[in-house]
Nanobody, 115 residues
Framework: QVQLLESGGGLVQPGGPLRLSCAAS????????MEWYRQAPGKERTLVASITSGGDTDYADSVKGRFTISRDNAESTVSLQMNSLKPEDTAVYYCHAAWNTMSFWGQGTQVTVSS
């Protein structure tokens, strides 16, 4: 069982930055593909960004050029740097870890973009 603990959510004005972090409780963090999802009220959970065990990244079209995912295998953390935030980025953001047949979710952290 891997525990994922997200942090860094909060209220931010449109156009502002915010950085999310996710700490994983596993000594083999480097094996895992890591992802950030988000879920807005009344909507489905969708993939925002991913980073493979090898460091390859991918992004949803809606966040390309604004968000950056990164990982620190020594610290067992994955981060999501979010810039130029928009009101439509408001959602609960979830960290997800996947390796082989295993899949783990964090509890989520609220991000609200509003003036």
């Amino acid at each position: 069982q891997v525990q994922l603990l997200e942090s860094g959510g909060g209220l931010v004005q449109p156009g502002g930055p915010l950085r999310l972090s996710c700490a994983a409780s596993t000594p083999i963090f480097s094996f895992y593909n890591m992802e950030w999802y988000r879920q807005a009220p009344g909507k489905e959970r969708t993939l925002v960004a991913s980073i493979t065990s090898g460091g390859d990244t991918d992004y949803a079209d809606s966040v390309k050029g604004r968000f950056t995912i990164s990982r620190d295998n020594a610290e067992s953390t994955v981060s999501l740097q979010m810039n130029s935030l928009k009101p439509e980025d408001t959602a609960v953001y979830y960290c997800h870890a996947a390796w082989n047949t295993m899949s783990f979710w964090g509890q989520g952290t609220q991000v609200t973009v509003s003036s």
